[in-house]
C-alpha cells in the first residue's frame, strides 16, 4: 500500500516563496505520474500541477503558471513543488496524488492514493 507524506507547508508574505515535498513509499514510485492539487476553504479541490513518470512532461493550472514549479526525484521517491510569487489566493491546503498510469491528468479521478495535505497561507 502506497503512502504518501508532504512537508513544507507554512505561513509566508505575499511575494515570498515555499517548497513542499512529497515523500511515497511502497510503491515502485518512478513508474507513476505524480500531482499536486490544493484546496481552498469552501472550494471544491483543484489541479496544481503534475509530472509524468520520467519527468518529460509537466502540466500546470494557468493560475500559477510561470510561478510555481514541479519536480521528483525518483531515487529519493519525492515530488517536490516549488513556489515562488505567492500570492493570498495560492492560500489552501495542498495535496499530493499519485495515480497508477505513467502520463499525467489535470483529474482528481485518475488520481488513486493522496498525502495527508499541508496548509499553506500567504498573507497580503
Known amino acids: 500500500q502506497v503512502q504518501l507524506v508532504e512537508s513544507g507547508g507554512g505561513l509566508v508574505q505575499a511575494g515570498g516563496s515555499l517548497r513542499l515535498s512529497c515523500a511515497a513509499s511502497g510503491r515502485t514510485f518512478r513508474s507513476y505520474a505524480m500531482a499536486w492539487f490544493r484546496q481552498a476553504p469552501g472550494k471544491e479541490r483543484e489541479f496544481v500541477a503534475a509530472q509524468s513518470w520520467s519527468g518529460a512532461t509537466t502540466g500546470y493550472a494557468n493560475s500559477v503558471k510561470d510561478r510555481f514549479t514541479i519536480s521528483r526525484d525518483n531515487a529519493q521517491n519525492t515530488v517536490y513543488l516549488q513556489m515562488n510569487s505567492l500570492k493570498p489566493e495560492d492560500t489552501a491546503v495542498y495535496y499530493c496524488?499519485?495515480?497508477?498510469?505513467?502520463?499525467?491528468?489535470?483529474?482528481?479521478?485518475?488520481?488513486?492514493?493522496w498525502g495527508q495535505g499541508t496548509q499553506v497561507t500567504v498573507s497580503s
Open positions: 496524488a499519485i495515480t497508477h498510469n505513467s502520463g499525467w491528468s489535470k483529474s482528481i479521478y485518475e488520481y488513486d492514493t
